[in-house]
Protein backbone atom coordinates (compact mmCIF):
# COMPACT_ATOMS: atom_id res chain seq x y z
CA UNK A 1 0.00 0.00 0.00
CA UNK A 2 1.81 3.70 -0.93
CA UNK A 3 2.56 5.46 1.97
CA UNK A 4 1.88 9.22 2.34
CA UNK A 5 5.37 10.38 1.46
CA UNK A 6 4.86 8.32 -2.00
CA UNK A 7 1.50 9.49 -2.49
CA UNK A 8 2.31 13.55 -2.12
CA UNK A 9 5.71 12.27 -4.80
CA UNK A 10 3.15 11.39 -6.95
CA UNK A 11 0.98 14.41 -6.95
CA UNK A 12 3.61 16.66 -7.24
CA UNK A 13 4.85 15.42 -10.09
CA UNK A 14 1.11 15.43 -11.62
CA UNK A 15 1.11 19.34 -11.13
CA UNK A 16 4.59 19.74 -12.67
CA UNK A 17 3.11 18.08 -15.58
CA UNK A 18 0.38 20.41 -15.43
CA UNK A 19 2.87 23.43 -15.55
CA UNK A 20 4.54 21.90 -18.18
CA UNK A 21 1.41 21.33 -20.22
CA UNK A 22 0.80 24.86 -19.50
CA UNK A 23 4.50 26.61 -21.24
CA UNK A 24 5.06 23.73 -23.61
CA UNK A 25 3.97 25.94 -26.49
CA UNK A 26 6.46 27.97 -25.39
CA UNK A 27 8.95 25.43 -25.66
CA UNK A 28 8.24 23.82 -28.94
CA UNK A 29 8.75 27.19 -30.54
CA UNK A 30 12.12 27.07 -29.34
CA UNK A 31 12.83 24.01 -31.03
CA UNK A 32 11.32 24.48 -33.76
CA UNK A 33 12.32 28.23 -34.57
CA UNK A 34 15.47 27.19 -35.25
CA UNK A 35 14.44 24.38 -37.49
CA UNK A 36 12.60 26.51 -39.69
CA UNK A 37 15.61 28.85 -39.90
CA UNK A 38 17.47 25.57 -40.86
CA UNK A 39 15.15 24.77 -43.39
CA UNK A 40 15.41 28.51 -44.99
CA UNK A 41 18.70 28.21 -45.23
CA UNK A 42 18.96 24.68 -46.73
CA UNK A 43 17.07 26.30 -48.99
CA UNK A 44 19.11 29.13 -50.07
CA UNK A 45 22.07 26.84 -50.31
CA UNK A 46 19.83 25.53 -53.36
CA UNK A 47 20.27 28.79 -54.63
CA UNK A 48 22.89 30.66 -56.96
CA UNK A 49 22.68 34.50 -57.27
CA UNK A 50 22.78 34.83 -60.87
CA UNK A 51 25.92 36.99 -61.95
CA UNK A 52 27.73 35.92 -58.79
CA UNK A 53 31.26 35.35 -59.03
CA UNK A 54 33.04 32.00 -57.99
CA UNK A 55 34.37 33.36 -55.02
CA UNK A 56 31.34 35.37 -54.04
CA UNK A 57 29.67 32.32 -54.40
CA UNK A 58 32.29 30.29 -52.36
CA UNK A 59 31.96 32.98 -49.58
CA UNK A 60 27.96 32.80 -49.32
CA UNK A 61 28.25 28.53 -49.41
CA UNK A 62 30.55 29.12 -46.40
CA UNK A 63 28.52 31.39 -44.57
CA UNK A 64 25.21 30.06 -45.28
CA UNK A 65 26.59 26.45 -44.41
CA UNK A 66 27.65 27.94 -41.02
CA UNK A 67 24.33 29.36 -40.23
CA UNK A 68 22.59 26.28 -41.27
CA UNK A 69 25.16 24.15 -38.98
CA UNK A 70 24.78 27.09 -35.45
CA UNK A 71 20.83 26.62 -36.31
CA UNK A 72 20.96 22.73 -35.77
CA UNK A 73 23.24 22.96 -33.09
CA UNK A 74 21.02 25.59 -31.55
CA UNK A 75 18.09 23.22 -31.99
CA UNK A 76 19.92 20.25 -30.83
CA UNK A 77 20.67 21.71 -28.07
CA UNK A 78 17.50 23.08 -26.73
CA UNK A 79 16.20 19.67 -27.29
CA UNK A 80 18.68 17.79 -25.24
CA UNK A 81 17.84 20.67 -22.10
CA UNK A 82 13.97 19.28 -22.61
CA UNK A 83 15.10 16.66 -20.24
CA UNK A 84 15.71 18.65 -17.69
CA UNK A 85 11.68 19.50 -17.56
CA UNK A 86 11.16 15.80 -17.27
CA UNK A 87 14.29 14.34 -14.50
CA UNK A 88 15.58 15.80 -12.13
CA UNK A 89 19.16 15.93 -12.48
CA UNK A 90 20.45 18.00 -9.32
CA UNK A 91 20.86 20.92 -11.53
CA UNK A 92 21.54 24.30 -9.39
CA UNK A 93 20.64 27.85 -11.19
CA UNK A 94 20.48 30.97 -9.91
CA UNK A 95 17.65 33.26 -9.03
CA UNK A 96 18.49 35.88 -11.98
CA UNK A 97 18.23 32.98 -14.51
CA UNK A 98 15.34 31.10 -13.15
CA UNK A 99 13.40 34.14 -12.95
CA UNK A 100 14.59 34.99 -16.55
CA UNK A 101 13.15 31.83 -17.72
CA UNK A 102 10.24 31.61 -15.84
CA UNK A 103 9.11 35.29 -17.47
CA UNK A 104 10.05 34.14 -20.80
CA UNK A 105 7.74 31.10 -20.61
CA UNK A 106 5.06 33.12 -19.17
CA UNK A 107 5.34 36.45 -21.61
CA UNK A 108 1.92 35.09 -23.29
CA UNK A 109 0.61 34.97 -20.12
CA UNK A 110 1.39 38.05 -19.03
CA UNK A 111 0.40 40.05 -21.74
CA UNK A 112 -3.42 38.46 -22.39
CA UNK A 113 -3.63 38.60 -18.21
CA UNK A 114 -5.11 42.19 -18.46
CA UNK A 115 -3.30 42.31 -15.09
CA UNK A 116 -0.91 45.13 -14.60
CA UNK A 117 2.21 42.73 -13.09
CA UNK A 118 5.79 44.53 -12.51
CA UNK A 119 8.61 42.22 -11.40
CA UNK A 120 11.10 43.90 -8.97
CA UNK A 121 14.44 45.42 -10.31
CA UNK A 122 16.84 43.57 -7.78
CA UNK A 123 16.83 40.16 -7.22
CA UNK A 124 18.82 38.14 -4.18
CA UNK A 125 21.61 36.54 -4.94
CA UNK A 126 21.31 32.97 -4.26
CA UNK A 127 21.21 29.40 -6.04
CA UNK A 128 18.44 26.99 -6.01
CA UNK A 129 17.49 23.45 -7.30
CA UNK A 130 16.72 24.29 -11.16
CA UNK A 131 13.75 21.65 -11.34
CA UNK A 132 11.74 21.72 -8.50
CA UNK A 133 12.41 25.52 -8.42
CA UNK A 134 11.31 26.35 -11.90
CA UNK A 135 8.30 24.57 -11.39
CA UNK A 136 7.31 25.40 -8.22
CA UNK A 137 7.41 29.27 -9.39
CA UNK A 138 5.47 28.69 -12.78
CA UNK A 139 2.80 27.16 -10.87
CA UNK A 140 2.57 30.07 -8.45
CA UNK A 141 2.40 32.59 -11.04
CA UNK A 142 -0.29 30.81 -12.92
CA UNK A 143 -2.41 30.02 -10.05
CA UNK A 144 -2.53 33.42 -8.55
CA UNK A 145 -2.61 35.25 -12.06
CA UNK A 146 -6.26 34.46 -13.74
CA UNK A 147 -8.05 34.58 -9.93
CA UNK A 148 -6.77 38.49 -9.96
CA UNK A 149 -9.78 40.57 -10.84
CA UNK A 150 -9.39 41.95 -14.81
CA UNK A 151 -7.37 45.37 -14.03
CA UNK A 152 -5.78 44.59 -11.10
CA UNK A 153 -1.86 44.98 -10.39
CA UNK A 154 0.17 42.58 -9.23
CA UNK A 155 3.67 43.42 -7.79
CA UNK A 156 6.44 40.47 -7.63
CA UNK A 157 9.51 40.94 -5.12
CA UNK A 158 12.28 38.95 -5.57
CA UNK A 159 14.66 41.08 -3.42
CA UNK A 160 14.99 39.00 -0.80
CA UNK A 161 17.38 36.09 -0.03
CA UNK A 162 14.74 34.04 2.00
CA UNK A 163 11.32 34.90 0.97
CA UNK A 164 9.50 36.42 -2.27
CA UNK A 165 6.60 38.37 -2.63
CA UNK A 166 3.25 39.06 -4.22
CA UNK A 167 1.58 41.54 -3.46
CA UNK A 168 -1.66 42.45 -5.45
CA UNK A 169 -4.28 45.46 -5.11
CA UNK A 170 -7.47 43.41 -5.08
CA UNK A 171 -8.13 39.83 -3.52
CA UNK A 172 -7.86 36.78 -5.43
CA UNK A 173 -11.07 34.53 -6.38
CA UNK A 174 -10.48 31.24 -7.09
CA UNK A 175 -14.25 30.10 -7.42
CA UNK A 176 -14.84 31.10 -11.34
CA UNK A 177 -11.50 29.97 -12.65
CA UNK A 178 -11.11 27.66 -15.53
CA UNK A 179 -11.02 24.39 -14.62
CA UNK A 180 -7.01 24.05 -16.13
CA UNK A 181 -6.59 26.57 -13.90
CA UNK A 182 -3.72 25.71 -10.44
CA UNK A 183 -5.57 25.29 -7.20
CA UNK A 184 -3.70 27.00 -4.16
CA UNK A 185 -3.33 23.64 -2.73
CA UNK A 186 -1.84 22.78 -5.68
CA UNK A 187 1.04 24.90 -4.68
CA UNK A 188 1.11 24.36 -1.48
CA UNK A 189 1.99 20.85 -2.13
CA UNK A 190 4.74 21.51 -5.25
CA UNK A 191 5.97 24.09 -2.28
CA UNK A 192 6.10 21.12 0.63
CA UNK A 193 7.77 18.70 -1.87
CA UNK A 194 10.60 21.22 -2.77
CA UNK A 195 11.38 22.71 0.82
CA UNK A 196 9.90 25.74 0.41
CA UNK A 197 6.76 27.43 2.28
CA UNK A 198 3.74 28.79 1.01
CA UNK A 199 2.13 31.86 2.91
CA UNK A 200 -1.09 32.91 1.81
CA UNK A 201 -2.72 36.30 2.87
CA UNK A 202 -5.55 38.53 0.96
CA UNK A 203 -3.69 40.62 -1.02
CA UNK A 204 -0.07 39.37 0.04
CA UNK A 205 1.08 35.79 -1.25
CA UNK A 206 4.98 35.02 0.28
CA UNK A 207 6.96 31.84 -0.73
CA UNK A 208 9.90 31.05 1.78
CA UNK A 209 12.93 29.83 0.18
CA UNK A 210 14.83 26.64 1.47
CA UNK A 211 17.74 27.86 2.91
CA UNK A 212 19.13 29.49 0.14
CA UNK A 213 23.30 29.00 -0.64
CA UNK A 214 24.79 32.52 -1.39
CA UNK A 215 26.50 33.02 -4.33
CA UNK A 216 30.29 34.50 -3.83
Known amino acids: MP ?5 ETLAAHGVRLKVLAQVFPVLRHEVVGPLSNATLAAAMLRQSPEGASPDALQQRCHRLAGDLTGM ?8 RDLDQWLVDQDASTSAEALLRECRK ?14 WSEDVATVQLPQFTSRYLLLAWLLCLLPALPAGASLALDFSQANAWHARFSEAADFSEVQPTAFDPQEVDLLAAASGWRLERQTHHWTLHLPAPTLDK
Not at 3 to 7: A, D, I, K, M
Not at 105 to 118: D, E, I, K, Q, W
Open 3 to 7: TSTSL
Open 72 to 79: LEDSVAIV
Open 105 to 118: LMFSHLLLSGRNVT
